[in-house]
Structures are given as structure tokens and as C-alpha cells.
């Protein structure tokens, strides 16, 4: 065998060893970094799924280590079976064989016995006949950590390029859907500032949420009702709802009043901003769910869902402090 081909065959061998386990383990090392990159798009920005085309990369790349590390495993373990190793392997086991028989002396049949015995290589591992026959004929060793940062290198950074152009519009998209939720809040805060005791609300400049933002603002020093909203990213409404506490002791016709009056205070707020109609529906409480809170008793609760989007309930509750309920009243955009 010319010595280009033997060469070419052995360092063939020693690559497929030496990248074997490194294929083997880019399986999962493939899918950890589309899962870390996944991650911090879902935490830094908009997604809402996976990438397409970073999903189709991986599944590409996961499909190639897989073909490869079982090419690379069968490639060696019928090594000994390749025609063109049998081949080599005999031109080894011979020079092997003529460095333990001095031609100058006398040799018997039991000299040359014990010489084949010391050459035989049947015992060994094809891998390590392999780097024995390179060690023979002095052959350049490939260099393997090239080829293994290869493996691990060209796929993952081509990973990481598909995931920028998508980092770039998740950032943009996230700065524009900031501007409209606080463009919405900050709409909120104008119309009750000046008739409301206290409000709160998460501040999209401050801070990112994915899930939306919340605005509430209650208008006593003793913080027994509120009108709350919630806002998404998108900059809409998502519901409003008003909460009103009272003492059952006070009397329901008491109570029904004071209610109305804190629903038309709140709703003065409410009637002139640029939000969905559905939202500037007035909160009345019609005859029929007076008439079903003046016979509720202890623990019971009336509900209320006949007009469309908005749900109301009235609940009298004890927890062991006294008896206590809450009127709600809320108008959900979906």
C-alpha cells in the first residue's frame, strides 16, 4: 500500500476516535444552548414561542451529530474488517516481526515462534493498533483539537448569529409595546389623581412585564374601594373592576347606597377617557340584584352575569372579626 493512502486511511481513524464522544455529547450540548437562548429571549423580550428558523437549525444540527456519531461508531467498530486496515495490519505484524529476528544469527523454529508471539496484536484494541501502526511509520498525528472545537464551534455560534436578528426585533418590539402600556397608564394616573387618596401602579419604564401591568386607584384614607385595571403589553385594557367594602351592620339599603354613590364617583373618572366602549359602560345596579342582596344571610353570595362582559357579585363573609362584604363589579375585554 503507497504510503499517501495509508496515511490518509489511519489519520481517518483517529479523527472519527477522537471526535466520537465529543459528537456525542453536542446532541445535548446543542439543545442546552437553543434552550439558554430561548430563555433569555422569553425573559429579556417579547416572545411568544420559538424562532422557526433557530428551531429548524437545531433540529439540523441534532439530525447531523446524530448521523455522525453513529458513522463514526460503526467506522471503528468494523475497523478491523476494512480490507484496506487487513492490509496495514499485515505490514505492521511484519516489521514488528523482523525487529525481534536478527538475520545475522542462527534462527530455530522456536526463536521465530517466540518472535511472532511478541508481534502478534490480535489482543490489543483497534484503536490502539491504530496508534501503534502511526507511532511505525512516524505519521503526523491530525490535530484533534481542532477538529473537535469544530464540532463544537461552527454549529453553536451559527446558533447564536440566527438568534440576533430575532434579539434585535424582540428588543424593538418590546420598547414600542413599553411606550403604549405607559402611554395608557400614565392616561389612568392623569384622570385620577386629583379625586383619588392614593394610587398604584406598575410603571412599564421601570420596569418590564411580560404579563401586563396593573393600575389601582382608591379614593378613602381607609382604602375600603377601589377601581383597578389591567393593562397588557399591547397598551389595551384587559378588564376593569370596581371593589367596594361595607358593613353588613349598617343595613343594606345603607349599603346599596353607599355603593352607588362610590361606583358614580369612580365612573366620573371613568366616562370621558379614549378606552374601549365597553369600559365606559356606566356600573348600575339593577332592581333585581338589590332585591337578591337584601335576602342574603351570612356566607351567601349572588351573582350576576346577564349583561355581557360585566360580572357582579355582592358577598357577606365572617372570618371571626365580625361580618364584613365587598361588592364587585368587573368589565373583562374578552
Request: contains cysteine; aromatic residues 16%.
Amino acid at each position: 500500500m503507497d504510503k499517501i493512502k495509508r496515511e490518509k486511511i489511519l489519520r481517518k481513524y483517529v479523527i472519527l476516535d477522537g471526535t466520537l464522544k465529543t459528537s456525542l455529547w453536542m446532541i445535548i450540548g446543542i439543545i442546552i444552548l437553543w434552550s439558554l437562548l430561548l430563555m433569555i429571549d422569553f425573559n429579556f423580550f417579547l416572545l411568544d414561542g420559538a424562532p422557526s428558523f433557530s428551531l429548524l437549525l437545531t433540529v439540523i444540527s441534532c439530525i447531523f451529530f446524530v448521523i455522525y456519531t453513529i458513522y463514526a461508531f460503526i467506522k471503528i467498530k468494523k475497523g478491523p474488517n476494512d480490507p484496506d486496515w487487513q492490509m496495514i495490519e499485515k505490514e505492521v505484524n511484519t516489521v514488528f516481526l523482523d525487529r525481534y529476528i536478527d538475520d545475522d544469527d542462527e534462527v530455530s523454529l522456536i526463536d521465530i515462534h517466540k518472535a511472532k508471539k511478541r508481534a502478534d496484536q490480535s489482543d490489543k484494541r483497534f484503536m490502539d493498533k491504530v496508534y501503534d501502526a502511526i507511532a511505525l511509520y512516524d505519521i503526523k498525528m491530525p490535530d484533534i483539537k481542532r477538529y473537535v472545537l469544530s464540532l463544537i464551534l461552527v454549529p453553536s455560534i451559527i446558533l447564536v448569529i440566527s438568534y440576533i436578528p430575532e434579539y434585535i426585533g424582540d428588543y424593538s418590539i418590546k420598547n414600542q409595546s413599553v411606550d403604549k402600556a405607559a402611554s395608557v397608564i400614565y392616561t389612568l394616573e392623569d384622570a385620577f389623581k386629583d379625586d383619588s387618596y392614593s394610587i398604584y401602579y406598575d410603571d412599564p419604564n421601570d420596569e418590564y412585564l411580560s404579563y401586563g401591568y396593573y393600575f389601582s386607584a382608591y379614593m378613602d384614607y381607609d382604602m375600603d374601594s377601589y377601581i383597578t385595571f389591567s393593562v397588557t403589553n399591547e397598551g389595551d385594557i384587559e378588564y376593569m373592576a370596581y371593589s367596594i367594602d361595607v358593613d353588613p351592620n349598617e343595613g343594606i339599603d345603607t349599603n346599596i347606597a353607599y355603593i352607588e354613590d362610590k361606583l358614580a364617583a369612580y365612573y366620573a373618572n371613568v366616562k370621558d377617557l379614549d378606552i374601549d366602549d365597553r369600559f365606559l359602560q356606566e356600573p348600575l345596579i339593577s332592581d333585581s340584584f338589590k332585591e337578591e342582596m337584601r335576602d342574603l344571610t351570612i356566607e351567601d353570595e349572588v351573582v350576576d352575569m346577564s349583561t355581557g362582559p360585566m360580572y357582579m357579585s355582592y358577598h357577606i363573609y365572617d372570618y371571626g372579626y365580625g361580618p364584613s362584604a365587598n361588592f364587585y363589579l368587573s368589565i373583562n375585554n374578552y
